[in-house]
């Protein structure tokens, strides 16, 4: 994921607090015939835990975030797709920034 500066490493107590504000892009991957995004925990991906439980897991030093079907049926997502993914709100949300040419965003 494309964060722009690292955050500092915080310490495990602090996994899936409250955090910072968080806004990061980066490609989906498709690891089988499931897409993900995988989260540097240093680079925001502790801030996210919080707000992505039931989606999300922490898999070595990455949050593991696993895009429902419909979703990313929905935001015509492929492999290498760019995505937005922020905690606005306590929130997590994800916003697709390059989609599927077919895929056309519907307000």
Do not use: Q
Request: proline share 6%; net charge negative.
């Amino acid at each position: 994921m494309d964060h722009g500066t690292h955050l500092p490493h915080r310490a495990g107590s602090n996994l899936g607090k409250t955090g910072k504000p968080v806004s990061i892009k980066g490609p989906v991957l498709k690891v089988g015939a499931k897409f993900i995004l995988l989260i540097p925990l240093e680079a925001g991906g502790n801030d996210l835990i919080k707000c992505s439980r039931g989606i999300a897991e922490i898999e070595g030093e990455d949050l593991k975030v696993t895009i429902p079907d419909w979703l990313s049926d929905k935001m015509g997502l492929e492999e290498g797709s760019l995505v937005h993914v922020d905690n606005d709100d306590g929130k997590f949300n994800i916003t697709a920034i390059e989609a599927k040419p077919e895929y056309t965003r519907r307000n």
